[in-house]
């Protein structure tokens, strides 16, 4: 008879180790994905200089732009926290592959996996939005210019206004 009030016994085996038997990582695995870990790592890289250049653009259109600026700016903005969040995705990916390089370690893998998946869907609603945002410029532009000669008969009337001011 055994003891109903005894504690259980748990398995204490890392479930996020390469040497447990239900999700080995073989080397070809980490050969195939540490391939992608030196562009993940440069694009990350460039994506935080891109913030930067979008950083002092906000500041010129709000120093600058004064109360025109702020749309400008306020796009910007969003723009470049997108940026800044992708760039975090990919640079935490490129970490993620190192340290999965050195210790062989699933944990390492599917926190990678976990980062670039992110990256890919910051990436695909950024991309269906400058689409609409497009379409959307094209049909403004159509609808107010059908021809350039109109496009230039519209700045001639501005530029005759503004004179007679």
């Given at each position: 008879?055994?003891n ?12 996020r180790s ?23 790592k440069?694009?990350?890289?460039l ?5 930067g ?16 600026g ?9 723009a ?11 640079m935490?990916?490129?970490r ?28 695909g609603?950024?991309t ?9 410029t ?8 059908t021809?350039?000669?109109?496009m ?13 001011l």
């Open positions: 008879m055994t109903v009030y005894q504690a259980p016994q748990a398995d204490l085996t890392p479930k390469a040497q447990h038997n239900d999700n080995p990582i073989t080397q070809e695995m980490i050969d195939n994905i540490a391939k992608g870990r030196f562009w993940a440069f694009i990350g890289i994506l935080y200089i891109a913030v250049f979008i950083a002092l653009t906000v500041i010129y259109f709000l120093i600058v732009g004064k109360l025109m702020l749309i400008p700016a306020l796009l910007f903005s969003i470049g926290f997108v940026t800044f969040k992708m760039a975090g995705f990919l935490t990916y490129s993620s592959i190192s340290s999965l390089m050195e210790t062989g370690d699933v944990g390492d893998m599917l926190d990678a996996q976990e980062s670039f998946g992110s990256y890919m869907k910051w990436l609603v950024t269906a939005l400058g689409i609409v945002l497009f379409i959307m094209n049909m403004f532009v159509k609808n107010r210019y021809t350039y000669q109109d230039q008969n519209t700045i001639r009337e501005q530029e005759a206004m503004r004179k007679q």
